[in-house]
């Protein structure tokens, strides 16, 4: 019985391939059309057609011609659309190298523009920045002598020097008009002049900020430990002041020697500002919690040691972790958004009843919240290659807007 069947199914495949037309002798088999080599620009060559009109065989018009270049491009920007974003870019690069001159070379130039994450390297800046070490890297070459820097600078010590001279007329008890006029002009001179004649060579925006941020932070520790000391107050006398004017010229001098030698950027700056400030804080709303008990140059020894250590660890964690100065921001008004939902709803919540340790504590979570929502939201703020990007890609009747991105 299995020999029968096997010899019917046999007999089939026969009747079937003696049923099926076979090639002419001599002619050449079909093949499938080769798909086109997308760098092939050469010429496409026409072929001749016909067509049928009212029952005549006419020769059909000719085909409009294909431009290489164009074809190129339709490729680069179909390849985009299905997400090979480095093969485009390729394509694209490749037009605009090879026929500057054709118009498709121009709207090729625009879309990489697109992508770039370095305006002044567009060639190199088409690579999206995807690891830590590249960010480091693309951060710090962009820290260039910056005109906006120096400018920044220039009115900041401007500010400082002003600052200088008022403390100065408390250390010297100056308080006629024209004695107190004269040092605030005197003061604010200087931070001008000494700004501006010695950053003749330029200045960078990393240096620009370690030296403003240095005064700041110079003014903050001399008065932190004029509180600590019990050394503030009019009892203790006006010398005092002194302290704080040293190491505010200290501080600035420390940042503007340690940004010329070492290797940071604005971003690392902006770090270490914010995990300082906020560490500080933090701690005084804990204070807050405990009604204030603690002894007052207790709480100004903490202030000053959390917020100091702060500062030297997000200095250290910004050569780690590298962050932009835009994405530190934005977790900085993360944290100063959750600060103030967790005051407001202690006062939404409690009303009249709110109490010091209540407030204290729901603004210290609310901020703590906030930062870290900040942090987690901005996770790929700094890194083109994954963050979402709306952008306007020019076509040739046209244009297209386009949403991508990872989410």
Not at 351 to 362: H, K, N, Q, T
């Amino acid at each position: 019985m299995g020999v029968r069947c096997v010899r019917w199914v046999i007999g089939g495949w026969l009747l079937l391939a003696s049923a099926l037309p076979l090639p002419a002798a001599g002619t050449e088999p079909i093949l499938p059309p080769a798909e086109p080599d997308p760098f092939d620009t050469r010429p496409v060559e026409a072929v001749e057609r016909s067509e049928t009109v009212d029952g005549r065989e006419v020769a059909a018009p000719p085909p409009r011609e294909v431009d290489p270049v164009w074809h190129l491009y339709d490729q680069a920007f179909a390849t985009l659309m299905g997400g090979e974003k480095q093969e485009a870019l390729r394509l694209l690069a490749r037009i605009r190298d090879r026929h500057p001159d054709h118009p498709a070379a121009l709207l090729a130039g625009d879309l990489l523009a697109v992508y770039v994450v370095d305006p002044a390297d567009p060639r190199n800046g088409a690579l999206p920045v995807t690891t830590r070490t590249e960010l480091r890297s693309r951060l710090l070459e962009r820290e260039q002598p910056d005109g906006r820097a120096r400018a920044e600078l220039a009115v900041v010590q401007t500010l400082h020097g002003i600052g200088i001279g008022i403390e100065l007329c408390f250390i010297a008890q100056c308080w006629n008009t024209r004695a107190v006029a004269g040092a605030l002009t005197l003061g604010g001179s200087l931070g001008l002049v000494l700004s501006l004649t010695l950053t003749s060579g330029g200045v960078t925006a990393a240096q620009a900020s370690a030296s403003n941020s240095g005064a700041a932070w110079g003014f903050w520790n001399g008065l932190a430990i004029l509180g600590g000391a019990g050394l503030l107050g009019w009892p203790a006398g006006p010398e005092n002041l002194g302290i704080p004017v040293v190491l505010q010229l200290g501080w600035l001098a420390v940042g503007a020697i340690v940004t010329r030698h070492v290797p940071v950027h604005a971003g690392q700056i902006s770090l270490a500002n914010s995990a300082g400030i906020w560490s500080g804080v933090l701690v005084l709303l804990l204070h807050g919690v405990t009604w204030w008990e603690a002894d007052p140059a207790l709480i100004w020894w903490t202030l000053l040691a959390a917020s100091d250590l702060g500062l030297v660890a997000g200095a250290v964690l910004g050569t780690v972790f590298p962050i932009s100065r835009t994405r530190a921001l934005l977790i900085d008004a993360g944290g100063l958004l959750g600060m103030l939902l967790g005051m407001g709803g202690a006062a939404i919540i409690f009303g009249d009843r709110l109490e010091l340790p209540v407030f204290s504590a729901m603004a210290a979570g609310g901020t703590v919240a906030g930062l870290l929502t900040g942090y987690l939201l901005t996770d790929t703020w700094d890194y083109r290659g994954v963050k979402p990007e709306v952008a306007l890609l020019p076509l040739r009747d046209g244009a297209a807007i386009v949403l991508g991105g990872r989410f």
